[in-house]
């Protein structure tokens, strides 16, 4: 008997009824694993689509004005430490 022809019997012989049950289990785990993937793609779809027009490039490369008045996050920052 070949090496090949005696790999062959010992992949027989590993098809046993828990190695079948396992493999059902892996199958059933990828397809609720992408059923569960599917609303936080939607979700991101849906606020990459609808806040996308709103974004601007000014926002993300300038500074705001210092005449910011208020409570803003931006003048706390200006704020000293002690």
């Known amino acids: 008997m070949s090496h090949f022809a005696e790999l062959m019997d010992r992949n027989r012989i590993s098809n046993s009824p828990s190695r079948k049950v396992a493999t059902r289990h892996a199958c ?25 027009t709103n974004l601007n490039l000014d926002f993300f490369i300038h500074c705001p004005p210092d005449r910011i008045s208020g409570g803003a996050c931006f003048s706390a920052s200006k704020a000293p430490w002690w």
């Open 28 to 52: 059933v785990d990828r397809i609720v694993d992408c059923l569960s993937a599917c609303p936080l793609f939607w979700i991101i779809g849906y606020v990459v689509l609808k806040g996308g």
